[in-house]
């Protein structure tokens, strides 16, 4: 069983920057695919970033894109978010996930429903 934590949550004023990590309990091998989503109260969860288990393809939700940045270390079976430029509207509960052999190396899943192991989300609260 993989357990994914996530950390680098808080409250930060606009334009502030934050580096969310998510670290994984046992080394995940090779084909996994991880995704970063969020969800704001009263909204349904969305995407954010996803990095294919290769490497080769990372995927941004537009409003991220420019801002956001994932990378991944697989030495240390940690995914990082790297978020410049943060908005009021970034204020959400942000959360990992990730699955094995998700497909082609250069797929990037974007669907809740494709990922098998979640984090329990760590609090990003951006204040105007």
């Known amino acids: 069983q993989v357990q994914l934590v996530e950390s680098g949550g808080g409250l930060v004023q606009a334009g502030d920057s934050l580096r969310l990590s998510c670290a994984a309990s046992?080394?995940?091998?090779?084909?996994?695919?991880t995704g970063w989503f969020r969800q704001a109260p009263g909204k349904e969860r969305e995407f954010v970033a996803a990095i294919s288990w290769s490497g080769s393809r990372i995927d941004y939700v537009d409003s991220v894109k420019g801002r956001f940045a994932i990378s991944r270390d697989n030495a240390k079976n940690t995914v990082y978010l790297q978020m410049n430029s943060l908005l009021p509207e970034d204020t959400a509960v942000y959360y990992c996930a990730q699955v094995f052999n998700p497909g082609p190396s250069d797929y990037t899943p974007k669907q809740g429903h494709e990922y098998l192991y979640w984090g329990q989300g760590t609090q990003v609260t951006v204040s105007s």
């Open positions: 046992v080394r995940t091998g090779r084909r996994t695919a």
